[in-house]
């Protein structure tokens, strides 16, 4: 069975500075995909950032990044120039290609954004 | 609707009890996916269905547990003779269909079994 493993259950960073939260995961699989969803209070879910495995190129979005390392099964998310707005949970999760194509999450990392 | 909408928000029952929690999906999602979310834990899979049929069940703990999605679009997670250690988060998530797709997540049904 699939695992993820988050291993900071807690992170702080200064306001514009950056930090890079942890992840790895344990798969047979060859194709699947990674993701990274925050959650604030309200409960919600939201994406931040998807890593197909087959691709080589880290994903970038604005401020969000991946170092995916496909060999180590590791895929950290590095967030540039923090805002208050960033601070909630951060969960890891992986997707298997095929199947149901259901999430297998981490148990999550609480980042704190430090004025 | 904008988005998936699950309903109540928050439900506190007694043990022993029946419940019904509801999930309205995005308009068009032909996947849907339910999760819970223990206090500390990450979302863990309970039932996947793709239109009206559950093509994964794996997920859910025991035959306390049912889902129906009986015309493809809204469903409803039940649970019968509920106990204290079902008291978690329950989400629920719709996706366009299988594939590249994201899966886009309702703000969750709090449930707490006194």
């Known amino acids: 069975a699939q695992t993820v493993t988050q291993s900071q259950p807690e992170m702080s960073v200064q306001e514009a500075e950056t930090v890079t939260l942890s992840c790895t995961y344990d798969?047979?699989?060859?194709?699947?995909?990674l993701f990274w969803y925050k959650q604030p209070p309200s409960r919600q879910m939201i994406l931040v950032i998807r890593?197909?495995?087959?691709?080589?190129q880290n994903a970038t979005e604005n401020r969000f990044s991946v170092n995916f390392q496909k060999a180590a099964k590791s895929f950290s998310l590095k967030i540039s120039d923090s805002q208050l707005g960033d601070a909630a949970m951060y969960f890891c999760?992986?997707?298997?290609?095929?199947?149901?194509?259901?999430?297998?999450f981490g148990k999550g990392t609480k980042l704190t954004v430090n004025p | 609707g904008a988005g998936v909408s699950q309903t109540p928000s928050n439900k506190v029952t007694e043990k022993g009890k029946y419940v019904e929690l509801r999930c309205d999906p995005i308009?068009?999602?032909?996947?849907l996916y339910w999760y819970r979310q223990s206090l500390g834990q990450g979302p863990e899979f309970l039932i996947y269905?793709?239109?009206?049929?559950?093509?994964?069940d794996s997920g859910l703990p025991n035959d306390r547990f049912f889902a129906v999605r009986p015309e493809g679009s809204v469903s409803t997670l039940k649970i019968q003779r509920t106990e204290r250690g079902d008291s978690a988060v329950y989400l629920c998530?719709?996706?366009?269909?299988?594939?590249?797709?994201?899966?886009?997540f309702g703000a969750g049904t709090r449930l707490s079994v006194l």
């Open positions: 998530a719709s996706s366009p269909d299988r594939g590249k797709n994201i899966q886009y």
């Open positions: 798969t047979s699989e060859s194709d699947y995909y």
């Open positions: 890593q197909e495995a087959y691709k080589q």
């Open positions: 999760a992986y997707r298997r290609q095929g199947g149901s194509e259901k999430l297998v």
């Open positions: 308009s068009g999602h032909t996947a």
């Open positions: 269905f793709q239109g009206t049929g559950a093509a994964d």
